[in-house]
């Protein structure tokens, strides 16, 4: 495994930081745990296990989304610094 996915999945964490919960964020948060929990309520023991295996999944992949999000993040940051580096002999002080 390559150093950013290391860092990407937590082997070599930056931080342990989540989103700031602020207004938008928590309300967000709030109409997807409502919205769960109804479902929940309309479903018997076999649906809610389905529906319980499929949020682990969902979870296993947002996961894996993450960590490419934070490699290409991190590569499309670099090559930006590479791209005003190269100029910098350019510039006049």
């Given at each position: 495994?390559?150093i950013?996915?290391k860092?990407?999945?937590?082997?070599?964490s930056?931080?342990?930081?989540?989103?700031?919960?602020?207004?938008?964020y928590?309300?967000?948060?709030s109409?997807?745990?409502d919205?769960?929990?109804?479902?929940?309520?309309?479903?018997?023991?076999?649906q809610?296990d389905?529906?319980?295996?499929?949020?682990n999944?969902?979870?296993?992949?947002?996961v894996?989304?993450e960590?490419?999000?934070?490699?290409f993040?991190?590569?499309?940051?670099?090559?930006?610094?590479?791209?005003?580096?190269?100029g910098?002999?350019e510039?006049v002080?």
């Amino acid at each position: 495994m390559n150093i950013l996915k290391k860092i990407a999945v937590g082997y070599l964490s930056p931080s342990e930081q989540t989103a700031k919960p602020d207004a938008e964020y928590k309300k967000a948060a709030s109409v997807m745990s409502d919205c769960r929990d109804k479902l929940i309520d309309t479903l018997n023991d076999d649906q809610k296990d389905l529906f319980e295996q499929f949020l682990n999944a969902q979870l296993g992949v947002g996961v894996l989304d993450e960590a490419e999000y934070f490699v290409f993040g991190y590569r499309l940051a670099t090559l930006m610094m590479i791209d005003v580096m190269s100029g910098v002999d350019e510039m006049v002080f």
